[in-house]
């Protein structure tokens, strides 16, 4: 096993001990990318990396993150590294600054090796509808399956052990889904926690920068070094930051909530076994275990109302995507048809609908009907949400109802499988609430992950108990390559 297979606590110990260079890694790293053939980047930082890699020679013993490998979705901005969102409106664009988050992991000496695929502008759950095609799922070798969206570069990345970590974005539910169909631990931590500067917007009141790792303890590392106030993002938190890391080790018992309507809207027999399995180990481990009902309706109207929100509020933000600030410019007698030409070759078909959509939904004569009965039906789930977390410090159910899906699959859009089990995370985005995916079973080779969901600015709380699940299903460090399984 490579060192790049470890832990990011491991490969620093390798540091420290100087059995191996931030420069070997690296080089490593860019060969697993070039080799890779699941569709996972946009660029590779070649030159990038190896030139800052090469720089790194006198070990950070207090810095865990020093020389570690990672990846970026590409709706991230990298200055002077091409950024598209995996749109052809945007091809070419190379930033002048770095977002937040690449600051600081430029500042922790941690190496860039590439910006990934997503869903095209960070819309879609299922990583084929960025221009450079389907994203798959590396446990798949066939390519049959999808690792899910929008974050699915990124995910396809740290499945396949490119790199120990890597950057995504989650609004709705676009890293906790793909880590369950990688078998990853996928963090969207509380909404203000992380700076969202030089995030493209998609939805900004439910956009949140997440991560995938391979360990529980890894995102912890993580989301020590990247939470805390941002001037440049006003929506960030003035809350003092706690050491995750430290939240990890104490056992603690917890009282935690598992949704009847949402494990019930489940047909796969094998994942709700295994699910019990589960929390029969964690009742064993200290935990109470409660079955705490909410408003079927609610939950089925949950996919809808993110619907609206998301695709009003994109239409608003990506107004400035008119063919003249940035990517491909079409020749044109007035802004008008430049604009109609750019939007017109530059956004996918998916992109045009939801804009449509949302334009619709956000007309005077519509709005009450449609953007601000979301809304209202948001407050009301979230009011939900909050009654069943006053009592209890988590809500835990299955990530996602099945393993990695066919591309090719289709299924009732109108079941509560669908609308329910295959949606219900967004209730983290709508609270903004601190909510994390981990593997808890494999069936047929392929992973199944499990999703808990905290109170607000409890994050510490949310990685203690992600432990705890990752302790008793042995499931930490799981990745796509064989041995490794």
């Known amino acids: 096993m490579s060192y790049l297979d470890l832990s990011i606590r491991e490969i620093h110990a390798a540091y420290v001990e100087k059995k191996v260079k931030p420069l070997e890694l690296t080089k490593e790293a860019l060969l697993r990318a070039k080799a890779n053939q699941d569709n996972c980047?946009?660029?590779?930082?070649?030159?990038?990396?190896?030139?800052?890699?090469?720089?790194?020679?006198?070990?950070?013993?207090?810095?865990?993150?020093?020389?570690?490998?990672?990846?970026?979705?590409?709706?991230?901005?990298?200055?002077?590294?091409?950024?598209?969102?995996?749109?052809?409106?945007?091809?070419?664009?190379?930033?002048?600054?770095?977002?937040?988050?690449?600051?600081?992991?430029k500042e922790k000496k941690a190496v860039l090796i590439g910006k990934t695929?997503?869903?095209?502008?960070?819309?879609?759950?299922?990583?084929?509808?960025?221009?450079?095609?389907?994203?798959?799922?590396?446990?798949?070798?066939d390519h049959k399956r999808m690792i899910g969206g929008s974050s699915c570069g990124s995910a396809s990345a740290t499945a396949a052990s490119i790199v120990p970590f890597a950057l995504g974005s989650d609004t709705g539910d676009s890293v906790r889904k793909p880590a369950s169909y990688g078998g990853l631990v996928g963090l969207k931590p509380t909404w203000g926690r992380i700076s969202r500067y030089g995030l493209f917007p998609f939805?900004?009141?439910?956009?949140?920068?997440?991560?995938?790792?391979?360990?529980?303890?890894?995102?912890?590392?993580?989301?020590n070094a990247l939470s805390g106030?941002?001037?440049?993002?006003?929506?960030?938190?003035?809350?003092?930051?706690?050491?995750?890391?430290?939240?990890?080790?104490?056992?603690?018992?917890?009282?935690?909530?598992?949704?009847?309507?949402?494990?019930?809207?489940?047909?796969?027999?094998?994942?709700?076994?295994?699910?019990?399995?589960?929390?029969d180990k964690l009742k064993e481990n200290g935990a109470c275990i409660d079955y705490v009902h909410m408003d079927p309706a609610s939950l089925s109207?949950?996919?809808?109302?993110?619907?609206?929100?998301?695709?009003?509020?994109?239409?608003?933000?990506?107004?400035?995507?008119?063919?003249?600030?940035?990517?491909?410019?079409?020749?044109?007698?007035?802004?008008?048809?430049?604009?109609?030409?750019?939007?017109?070759?530059?956004?996918?078909?998916?992109?045009?609908?939801?804009?449509?959509?949302?334009?619709?939904?956000?007309?005077?004569?519509?709005?009450?009907?449609?953007?601000?009965?979301?809304?209202?039906?948001?407050?009301?789930?979230?009011?939900?949400?909050?009654?069943?977390?006053?009592?209890?410090?988590f809500i835990f159910v299955p990530a996602a109802p099945s393993v990695a899906p066919l591309f090719n699959a289709s299924g009732d859009k109108l079941s509560s499988e669908y609308l329910i089990a295959d949606n219900h995370m967004a209730i983290g985005n709508f609270g903004g609430l601190p909510s994390i995916t981990v593997p808890f079973a494999l069936e047929n080779g392929l992973p199944l992950g499990a999703n808990i969901t905290g109170r607000a600015f409890e994050d510490g709380e949310v990685l203690n108990f992600a432990k705890q699940v990752e302790d008793v299903t042995g499931l930490g460090g799981l990745s796509a390559k064989k041995e490794d399984r």
């Not at 200055?79 to 664009?93: E, F, M, R, V």
């Open 41 to 105: 980047f946009e660029y590779i930082c070649e030159k990038e990396a190896l030139e800052f890699a090469e720089k790194l020679t006198e070990v950070e013993e207090d810095n865990l993150l020093w020389g570690i490998p990672y990846v970026a979705k590409d709706n991230l901005s990298t200055k002077g590294i091409p950024t598209c969102a995996s749109s052809n409106i945007l091809k070419g664009y190379v930033p002048i600054y770095d977002a937040r988050v690449i600051e600081i992991l």
């Open 117 to 141: 695929t997503l869903d095209e502008l960070a819309m879609g759950g299922s990583g084929m509808t960025g221009h450079l095609g389907y994203t798959y799922n590396p446990y798949d070798p």
């Open 203 to 223: 939805a900004p009141s439910m956009d949140h920068v997440g991560f995938f790792t391979r360990h529980v303890e890894d995102a912890a590392i993580v989301l």
């Open 229 to 279: 106030r941002d001037d440049r993002d006003s929506t960030s938190s003035f809350k003092p930051v706690e050491d995750y890391l430290e939240a990890t080790k104490a056992k603690k018992q917890y009282k935690v909530a598992v949704i009847p309507e949402i494990v019930d809207s489940i047909s796969d027999k094998e994942l709700l076994a295994e699910f019990n399995k589960t929390l």
């Open 301 to 393: 109207s949950i996919y809808a109302t993110y619907f609206v929100i998301s695709c009003a509020e994109a239409t608003s933000n990506n107004a400035n995507l008119d063919g003249i600030k940035f990517g491909p410019y079409y020749e044109g007698n007035s802004y008008q048809e430049v604009m109609r030409k750019a939007r017109t070759n530059g956004f996918s078909e998916l992109i045009k609908r939801r804009f449509v959509i949302g334009s619709f939904a956000l007309m005077s004569e519509n709005q009450e009907e449609l953007f601000l009965r979301a809304q209202r039906n948001r407050a009301k789930i979230v009011s939900e949400v909050n009654a069943v977390l006053k009592d209890h410090d």
